[in-house]
């Protein structure tokens, strides 16, 4: 048996309870890929991560990432409560920014005063969606086909492809069919009208994990991808915030900011939970 530091914190919200969890196991360089899978399972949330020293000169930590299912190069939420823990543990980074090593190379992070933020990474698939996926989403989402007001692939490592509804009751009304999903994993968003909705965000986000039948509370990875489509399309400004969980009962808040060449996707992270774990 091996006895690790262990946390579990709650990101991309300000109030606890009502963002999105992530387990953090901490010097974890021992502990193989079998027991790390196992674990993810067994903690059962949407992911669990490996704190784990580096293997690259630039980077400061190395990250691993597991659903209960596999494991993935990239997530946001994991990226910023990783990052969090840490932070808390008195680490600090050798150069302007926090890099984090994971499956998809380096990642930028940084502290935007209260939250922590990272910088999106290049898409590994975008453009359009394709005609008969834009009608599985649809019989999935059991909408009809005009109702999707614009799409694109915007894969940075999950798969994910998206597509923009028309308002903030339509995506909050959402009830997908899972099956007829089929493997797709789909970001739907939709704009918030001031006068109804309030000015609190701009943007509300749903994240279907349709191999999963689940859907995530508040998910970087996603935001990230959109942000960079509603940015070059122009459908969204250079900086908004992100609403997504309410269905959920939760309340994620995703900032989101251009500056240069880099889209930053940040969030507050609090720490619910510390402890040793034993595997």
Known sequence: MQTFDFQQVDVFTGKRLKGNPLAVVIGADGLPDGAMAALANWTNLSETTFLL?????????????????????????????SCHVWLSLGNTARQTHVVQECGAGLVKIRRDGNR?????????????????????????????????KASQWIDNGPGWVAVMLASR?????????YPALGNLKLGVVAPWDPSRDGGDASF???????????????????????????????????????SQGTVLGREGRIHVERDGDDIWIGGETLTCIKGKLTV
């Open 204 to 242: 509300e986000v749903r994240a279907f994990v349709s191999d999963r039948a689940t859907e995530d509370p508040v998910t970087g990875s996603l935001n990230a991808g959109l942000a960079q489509w509603l940015m070059s399309a122009g459908l969204a400004p250079a900086a908004y915030v992100a």
């Open 116 to 148: 922590l933020a990272f910088a999106a990474p290049p898409l590994r698939r975008t453009g359009n969606v394709e005609s008969d996926i834009l009608d599985q989403i649809a019989h999935g989402l059991q909408i009809r086909r005009d109702a999707i």
């Open 169 to 177: 009751p339509e995506i909050l009304g959402l009830r997908p069919d």
């Open 53 to 81: 020293k580096p293997t690259v000169p630039e980077a400061d930590y190395r990250l691993r990432i597991f659903t209960p299912s596999g494991e993935l190069p990239f997530a946001g939420h994991p990226t910023l409560g």
